[in-house]
């Protein structure tokens, strides 16, 4: 089975500020993991994806597989970051070949 | 410029009244997903079509259905809507079952 946990729902910092965004999964194969992000009034978008290793809008995350983590993470967070993150794990091979969502934390970046 | 287009953007229908819902994408993505989203929770996936090839997940209710006549369009068929079905619906397209996932608006179904 594979499962996706977000432990915080709410994450308030101030702009300027450096905030990190807590993934954890349990998958017992190779897993692909994404974060997606919801801007208020918008669909759900792709963010970033591990096997991409880039920075977008100035966001990183690094899988972890020792600690089965995949944090995001941004030095300095601007107000149009806030935002609903969620984390994502796509499976690999047959029935596991499909997303599952963490439960989203919502980051407000306040002035 | 949307890619992946859900109408109605608002459906409301009667406890037990069928719906439907439609989603169309310009991707040409092979696969095309639904997913219901209740308030508070991840995005929980329905069912999805690998070209013609339909995918149920296991906990998914009988009483969900979806078709795909095309590449381009597919809809989500609620046959006997309960209270507990109020939710956003997503439909999402990908390429391939590997790759990202390119979601519309959604729609929010509510029950009377």
């Known amino acids: 089975a594979q499962r996706v946990t977000q432990p915080e729902k709410l994450l308030s910092v101030f702009k300027g500020a450096p905030v990190e965004l807590k993934c954890n999964y349990s998958?017992?194969?190779?897993?692909?993991l994404f974060w997606y992000v919801q801007y208020s009034r918008q669909r759900l978008q792709l963010l970033l994806r591990?096997?991409s290793r880039e920075s977008i809008k100035g966001f990183t995350a690094d899988l972890n597989k020792g600690e089965t983590s995949f944090h995001l993470k941004k030095p300095f967070a601007q107000e149009e970051d806030s935002a609903m993150y969620y984390c994502?794990?796509?499976?690999?091979?047959?029935?596991?070949?499909?997303?599952?969502f963490g439960k989203g934390t919502l980051l407000t970046v306040n002035p | 410029d949307a890619m992946v287009i859900q109408n109605p953007r608002y459906q409301v229908t009667q406890f037990g009244k069928p719906v439907t819902l439609s989603c169309s994408q310009t991707?040409?993505?092979?696969?095309m997903y639904w997913y219901q989203q209740k308030s508070s929770q991840a995005p929980k996936l329905l069912f999805h079509?690998?070209?013609?090839?339909?995918?149920n997940e296991a906990d998914t209710p009988d009483n969900f259905q979806s078709r795909r006549p095309n590449t381009s369009f597919c809809f989500l068929d609620i046959r006997s809507p309960g209270l507990g079905d109020a939710a956003m619906y997503l439909c999402?397209?990908?390429?391939?079952?590997?790759?990202?996932?390119?979601f519309g608006d959604g729609t929010r179904l509510s029950i009377l």
């Open positions: 999402a397209t990908s390429r391939a079952l590997n790759q990202p996932q390119h």
């Open positions: 998958y017992s194969g190779s897993p692909e």
């Open positions: 591990h096997i």
């Open positions: 994502a794990l796509n499976g690999s091979g047959g029935s596991n070949y499909k997303l599952t």
């Open positions: 991707l040409n993505h092979n696969v």
């Open positions: 079509y690998y070209d013609k090839d339909f995918n």
